[in-house]
Structure formats: structure tokens, C-alpha cells
């Protein structure tokens, strides 16, 4: 009879940052243990469990004994299962009897065909088997898997020594009400277990669950525990919300997640500490609640931190003025030291702190923090200079400032005790020192953008400081052989990638992808033994600059016919793909797409031909008109120069779409000509001449994209 299955697994207080991957661990591994052995029905549905204490699971419509199988088995070769007089062999009674059927004679085999040669089969129907062997062999294979950060050690009450990610305690197994008799880590399962270990009596806490369809409702009823994740993440959720009222409550997902992994029973306080505290910068308050204390920060309206903070607590009561107050006690210690922090900080300005980058090692074969803002500060003001001359605003000097500074909060006090503000203590050091405001930005806008979907830097200034920090960077570490290799990637290159291409195409900077990475690799040229990783570096970047286009919405035909040109300048890429799309809709498309894919093949077959005729170039060989000698071939050439000037006015506006629609009007003449027309004709000089008019075709099809990339 088909029933739910649950399994719990009791223990010690369980790793916080570790639970949900522990508890879907726990779960899969079990589902798809009985899942291999036939166990579940089409449209089972798990449900996880986890909470500090107890991994667990419950599957619905978990059968009782697997279904009889019919098993076709592989007895012995026929060469080798008769003798030479067609009698049964000795190795064939000994393999039957091995395979359990000892009875069994050549009459009773099936001969088939093996491969190239012969042999017997026997089928025969095997028995199903029972839930308790599938459950306990699935039991041990999910928990012999689990991602356990780090084993644990301990004694049984019966002396027996056990490894496990902490002590466990007891151990459920409940298949609708009948308890399965599992045994694991020295436990054997029952269908009792314990509640809150505060919010219920210490005599009254163990909780009976009479089935396995009842295990949340009882735990919740009963021992005061929500035992799903999900449910409990949006208690917490909604609690936070409820209390918060006006204000806006910061709760980033990895703080949700890790509060939820802590408590069994959440319930949302509201807490505060001292006006005083305030004038600190208020992401070091922030960052000291959420990463030393777990507490939720709150703002106003307009984003400004107020005094009092959230708190989840594990302890449900009407006087919790303890808890409240205890929190209090703790938090205040915490923020003192960021005041400090940012006081003694204060006391010297940003510029005094740069010789001591000197003795910061940024990476033993690239030297020390100092050379490397060096570099990048070199490279800025190079990529500002060409900004600046393609009419945006970018002052050189202003640049070079704000890049030379960039590094130096990194020695500061507040950003040894909370790295993650690096950039972040720049920019209101560099106020306070009275910098310049774009220089003081820059501090923090150069680290952007920090991950997906991050903002870019607002900058001017900004923009060429990041786009000189993350281009140094890839070029410095791909030099000394650092490249990421498969999901390795400790110097976060494929971040820089990301960020570089996202501020070339998404502010349409007039920046070639060759010149950045060429004023990159000069500033390593003190470098020993440097050797310029341009090219592997170029062919990385455009490998990620497929995704960016997948994620926007764009086929792979489609991206490739952009990419495969192997673009030097992203500021107008997307205007080129949004013109392909639009091409690739048109009726025409598809007949002219492999048309061009034609004339390719055809060309690069043909390149020394070409290049005989006068061709140094795609399009540059010269078309004597009066060796056309076909209507077909005398058309197309006429065609083309006809279309020829829309096409250039078209695209010199940088009207990509009106430049592809364009040559939609070529696609009969086109299609005539590949009729009617043998190319590659005896004659040498005729064969060179329609050559070239190809040529000059396939230039002119290909100057938005290679849209032979289209045809199927």
C-alpha cells in the first residue's frame, strides 16, 4: 500500500551555514535511493526538513514492496556454453547454478544475437522487495554522502565509537503509521522525537508522531518547532516586516538563511542602541549587525540607518526584557569599536598611508600593492586620455588621483577589521580629507560592479579607475599562469571579465577591446619574464560575452553572427544583434543566410584565386563587367550596385536594422544567380571575375554580421 515515508534524523545543535545543503542533501539522497529501487510513483513529492537539530524527509506515495521486475539476463556465449558436439559445457551448469538456476537446460535459454556473435539468455520475473531493505539501504547511502564540513567523533551510551557531523540523538522512520525498524549510527528508529528544548517541559518534551502525514503539525502543536525551512524563513520574513512598521528592514537572503538555520521557534524583538552611534558610517553598523551579531539593521524611508534594530530570538515569551536587554549588551561593545575605528582612522589622511602600500605583497611575481597602483594608475589615466578624446568627459588628472588612492583604505583600522568595506572607508576618507568628490567616489566605484547585477560606476572617473583595476588584474594574473580552470577561479577573473564588457556595452564606451588590453600589458613591461596573455585573455572575454548576450535574450545563431567577427568595440553590439533578430525575421532571411554560408565555403576554397585577381581584401577584387556574360550574373552585379549605396548610407548612420532590411531586396537575384551560374567555370579568367563579384556580395552581406551564422 502506497504511504507517506517519513525519516528524522535527531542531533546535536547542526553547522548553521551548513544546514540547507545538509538538509537537501539528507533529502535527495534518500528520494533517489528509493527512486533506484522502484520504490516511488511517478508523482511522488518529497517535502524537506531541517532545522538546528534534525535533518529529515517525507515522501509521499512511498510503496510498501517494489514491483516483480522482469529481468533478462545474460547466461554465457553459445561458443562457450556448448562443446564442440553441441553438448551443454561444464562452464554453463557452473554459471547457472551461480545465477541461482540450477535446473534450468539449453531448451529453457533463449539464443539471440550478441554483437557478432551468439548467446543464451534466460528472463525470468523477480520477486519485488520490501520497503525496510530499500529504506535502510537508501538511509545509509544518503548520510554516507552529505556534505559534511567537518566529522565529529563520539561515544554511544554503549561505548561504541561514532562519526557523524555531530551526536545523534534518535533516529524516526514512518511509513504512514507503522514504524520501519531502521538502524543508523547505532540508533534504531521509532516514531518519537524531541520538541523545543525551552519551550517545552523537560518532562513533557519528547513528541510521539502518529503518522507520517502528521510530522509538521505535531512538531508544531506539540514540541513548539516548524520543522520546514521554507515555512520558518517566511515566519521570520514576515515577522521582520510586521515589526519594522514605516522603516525598511535590511535583510539580505545569506542573513535569512543563516537566522533561519539557528532558531526552531523564531520570534522577531525590537532592540536599540545609542543616537550616538549613528554618526559612525552607517555601513560599518550594518556590516558589525549582520555579520557579528545576526541582527537586522533597519532605515528610514530615504535609506538612513536608524537607532533601533530587529533581533530573531529562539525563545517565545510576554516578558522579554531579558532578551532584549541582553542583546543590547552585546551590540553595544561592538559598535564602540567601529566608532574607534573610524575616529583613529580619521586622524591620518589617505595620501600619508601610500609609502606603507610598499610593504603590502600584492602577489610574489607581481610585486608589492604599491607597484601594482602603479600600474593601474598609469593605465587609468590612459583609458581617461581616450575617453576624453572620444568627447566624454574624463579628466586625466582627476583619474590618475583617484586611482593612486583607490588602495589606500586597505591599510586603514575599520577595513582590517571588516574587509568588506574596502572602497566603501575610501570614499568617506577621502571626504574627510577634502578631496575632490569624483576622486572620493572613485574609491568605491572602482570595485564595481561587485557581482551580477550590481550597479556601475557613476562616474566618468569611476569608470576608468574599475576598468583599470579589473583589466590589470586579468592581464597580471593570466601572465603568471593563474587562468581559471573549470570552477576554479581564486583571483575572480571571470567577475572582472564580466564588469569590464558590462561598462563597454552598457554605457557604449567607444573603447576597443585590443587597445585597453595593449595599454594593460605595458604597464607590466618591469615585469621579469611578463609574456602578453592579450590573445588568450581577448578570446576569454568573448567567451563571456556570450552569456551576457544569452541573458539578454538573444539565440546562439544570433550571437554568433556578431560574435564570430570577433568584435574589437562592444558600444554597439547590441544595436547589431537587435538588427540581426530583425533581419532573421524577415522571409527573406533564411534563403539569403545560406546563400552566404555558400559563398563563404566558396571564397575560402578560393583565397589564392582570389588574391591573384587582385583581391587583398574581402570585396577588394576588381569586377570586369564585361566578362559577366549570364542575365543571372549581370543581374546580381547590377543589383548590387544599386544597393550598394543604401547600404553604406545606412550603415554609416549606424542604422545596423536599415542596413540588413536592405539586403533583403538582392535575395532573387541572389538565388538566380546560384541557379544559373557554374562559378567555378574552366575558364580562369571568367571563374576569377564571378569570384570576385561573390566577394564583393559577401563584403557587403557581412558588414553588420556574419549572417551565414543564421542558416540552419
Known amino acids: 500500500m502506497n504511504q507517506t515515508l517519513l525519516i528524522e534524523l535527531l542531533t546535536e545543535e547542526l553547522p548553521p551555514k551548513a544546514l540547507a545543503k545538509l538538509g537537501a542533501a539528507f533529502a535527495s539522497g534518500i528520494v533517489n535511493g528509493l527512486k533506484s529501487r522502484d520504490f516511488l510513483e511517478e508523482d511522488s513529492a518529497a517535502t524537506i526538513h531541517a532545522t538546528p537539530r534534525r535533518l529529515a524527509v517525507s515522501i509521499t506515495k512511498v510503496r510498501a514492496t517494489s514491483p516483480d521486475k522482469s529481468i533478462r539476463e545474460k547466461v554465457l556465449p553459445v561458443s562457450v556454453a556448448l562443446d564442440k558436439d553441441g553438448n551443454p559445457s561444464a562452464p554453463l551448469a557452473k554459471k547457472l547454478a551461480a545465477l541461482g538456476f540450477p535446473d534450468l537446460t539449453v531448451a529453457d535459454l533463449e539464443r539471440a544475437q550478441d554483437g557478432k556473435a551468439e548467446s543464451f539468455f534466460y528472463t525470468y520475473t523477480a520477486p519485488g522487495s520490501q520497503l525496510l531493505a530499500g529504506a535502510q539501504a537508501a538511509l545509509e547511502e544518503s548520510v554516507a554522502k552529505l556534505p559534511i564540513p567537518k566529522v565529529m567523533s563520539y561515544q554511544r551510551p554503549d561505548g561504541s565509537t561514532v562519526q557523524f557531523v555531530r551526536p545523534a540523538h534518535s533516529l524516526i522512520a514512518l511509513h504512514g503509521a507503522e514504524v520501519l525498524p531502521l538502524t543508523l549510527l547505532g540508533l534504531t528508529a521509532s516514531n518519537v522525537t524531541e520538541g523545543h528544548r525551552f519551550l517545552t517541559a523537560t518532562g513533557a518534551r519528547n513528541v510521539t508522531v502518529a503518522h507520517a502525514d502528521a510530522y509538521a503539525a505535531t512538531l508544531a502543536e506539540q514540541g513548539k518547532v516548524i520543522p520546514g525551512v521554507d515555512a520558518r524563513k517566511d515566519k521570520i520574513r514576515a515577522a521582520l516586516l510586521e515589526k519594522a512598521g514605516a522603516d525598511q528592514v535590511l535583510m539580505p537572503e545569506s542573513l535569512l538563511d543563516e537566522v533561519t538555520a539557528l532558531v526552531e521557534w523564531p520570534v522577531v524583538y525590537e532592540c536599540r542602541f545609542e543616537e550616538e552611534f549613528l554618526a559612525v558610517p552607517q555601513e560599518c553598523l550594518i556590516l558589525t549587525m549582520q555579520t557579528n551579531q545576526k541582527y537586522f539593521a533597519l532605515t528610514d524611508a530615504a535609506g538612513k540607518l536608524r537607532s533601533r534594530f530587529l533581533i530573531v530570538s529562539n525563545i517565545a515569551t510576554d516578558t522579554p526584557d531579558a532578551i532584549i536587554g541582553g542583546n543590547e549588551r552585546v551590540v553595544r561593545p561592538r559598535l564602540s569599536d567601529a566608532k574607534f575605528f573610524f575616529e583613529q582612522d580619521k586622524k591620518k589622511t589617505l595620501e600619508s598611508r601610500l609609502p606603507l602600500l610598499k610593504n603590502v605583497v600584492y602577489h610574489n611575481k607581481l610585486g608589492t600593492q604599491a607597484e601594482r597602483s602603479e600600474r593601474v594608475t598609469a593605465l587609468a589615466g590612459a583609458i581617461a586620455g581616450k575617453l576624453s578624446s572620444a568627447g566624454l568627459k574624463a579628466d586625466v588628472a582627476l583619474t590618475e588621483r583617484a586611482a593612486r588612492l583607490s588602495k589606500a583604505d586597505l591599510l586603514t583600522d575599520m577595513v582590517g577589521e571588516f574587509p568588506e568595506l574596502q572602497g566603501i572607508m575610501g570614499t568617506y576618507y577621502a571626504r574627510h580629507d577634502g578631496e575632490q568628490e569624483d576622486v572620493a567616489l572613485a574609491a568605491s566605484e572602482h570595485y564595481q560592479p561587485r557581482f551580477a547585477g550590481d550597479a556601475l560606476p557613476a562616474t566618468a572617473t569611476g569608470t576608468a579607475v574599475a576598468l583599470a583595476d579589473k583589466l590589470e588584474t586579468l592581464v597580471g594574473i593570466w601572465a603568471i599562469g593563474l587562468a581559471p580552470t573549470g570552477d576554479k577561479d581564486p583571483f575572480a577573473l571571470r567577475r572582472h571579465a564580466l564588469g569590464v564588457l558590462r561598462m ?107 588574391a591573384q585577381a587582385g583581391g587583398a581584401g574581402e570585396g577588394k577584387a ?49 538565388d538566380a544567380f546560384f541557379n544559373d551560374v557554374m562559378v567555378m567555370a574552366e575558364d580562369v579568367a571568367l571563374r576569377n571575375n564571378r569570384l570576385a563579384l561573390l566577394s564583393s556580395l559577401h563584403g557587403m552581406m557581412n558588414r553588420v554580421a556574419d549572417i551565414s551564422k543564421l542558416a540552419a
Not at 538588427?579 to 571564397?603: C, D, H, M, Y
Not at 566578362?627 to 545596423?656: C, M, S, W, Y
Request: aromatic residues 4%; proline residues 4%; charged residues 25%.
Open 504 to 610: 563597454l556595452i552598457e554605457k557604449r564606451l567607444p573603447l576597443s577591446i585590443s587597445g585597453l588590453l595593449a595599454d594593460a600589458a605595458k604597464q607590466f613591461a618591469s615585469v621579469a619574464g611578463f609574456k602578453d596573455p592579450s590573445a588568450d585573455v581577448t578570446a576569454f572575454m568573448l567567451d563571456r560575452l556570450r552569456g551576457i548576450l544569452r541573458e539578454r535574450g538573444f539565440t546562439p545563431n544570433e550571437i554568433e553572427a556578431v560574435v564570430a567577427q570577433n568584435p574589437d568595440r562592444l558600444d554597439d553590439i547590441v544595436q547589431r544583434l537587435e538588427a540581426v533578430q530583425a533581419f532573421a525575421a524577415l522571409p527573406e532571411s533564411a534563403s539569403l543566410a545560406g546563400a552566404n554560408k555558400r559563398i563563404t565555403n566558396i571564397l575560402k576554397k578560393n583565397e589564392s584565386a582570389l
Open 622 to 670: 576588381e569586377i570586369r563587367p564585361a566578362l559577366l556574360q549570364d542575365t543571372a550574373e549581370k543581374n546580381l552585379h547590377a543589383a548590387i550596385v544599386r544597393v550598394q549605396p543604401e547600404v553604406d548610407a545606412a550603415f554609416a548612420k549606424g542604422d545596423f536594422a536599415g542596413t540588413l532590411k536592405t539586403l533583403a531586396q538582392l535575395r532573387d537575384d541572389v
